[in-house]
């Protein structure tokens, strides 16, 4: 039993990547093959300085990948478990004759390491264009003899590389910075979309 109160921080991270046809796709579903996800979990595992208790990774076909870890941290010697979890999602959309991998990666923590310490870790191994990023904290904490709700942090500065749009709720949308035509004015649209919402 914990008695200053279980907090979880979520970052829930969906990176968009941008490209034509079906060559790109293929491509970029062999890049982002389990393997290569599974390698990446452990890296954001060890960031959270975290111990991995179980995992598992499946290649679907024809296309798509997931990976996932269950963690265990130790913090003032209580278990404190966690999970991460990346998924990709290759698609095409021949009407607008564009083809899209999102990656969803979701990362909670309730020991010692913050999800958000994998945010640079994820931006740098996916390289995504378009970024929506949803950070949530769950649990009570103790402030004096009262109890209230955890809070999650303000997003601070983008990350370098990258330009904030507003935010719609908890959701915070960043897009890559020097983007090239067609690729910019599809990423502005969709952020602005994701703003509507």
């Known amino acids: 039993m914990n008695s200053g109160g279980w907090v979880t921080h979520t ?5 968009y990547c941008f490209g034509a046809g079906e060559a790109w796709l293929s491509a970029v579903n062999r890049e982002f ?16 300085e975290a111990v991995i208790i ?3 990774g499946t290649q679907y076909e024809p296309v798509g990948a997931s990976a996932a870890m269950l963690i265990g941290q130790s913090a003032f010697a209580h278990l404190a478990e966690s999970h991460v979890a ?4 290759p698609d095409r959309f021949e009407s607008a004759s564009l083809s899209v991998l999102r990656v969803e990666c979701e990362v909670s923590s309730c020991g010692g390491g913050h999800p958000n310490v994998c945010l640079p870790e994820l931006l740098n191994v996916i390289r995504p264009e378009l970024v929506t990023i949803d950070r949530r904290t769950r649990g009570l904490v103790a402030s004096g003899t009262s109890l209230h709700p955890a809070r999650a942090p303000k997003p601070g500065l983008p990350p370098v590389g ?3 749009h507003d935010q719609a709720g908890s959701l915070q949308i960043l897009t890559r910075e020097g983007l090239s035509e067609p690729h910019a004015t599809t990423v502005r649209t969709i952020a602005g979309q994701f703003m509507e919402h």
Do not use: K, P
Request: charged content about 20%.
């Open 11 to 15: 970052l829930a991270f969906n990176g």
């Open 33 to 48: 093959n389990a393997e290569r996800l599974d390698a990446l979990l452990a890296r954001l595992v060890t960031l959270l």
């Open 54 to 56: 179980e995992r598992s």
């Open 86 to 89: 990346i998924h990709t999602y």
């Open 162 to 164: 990258f330009v904030a």
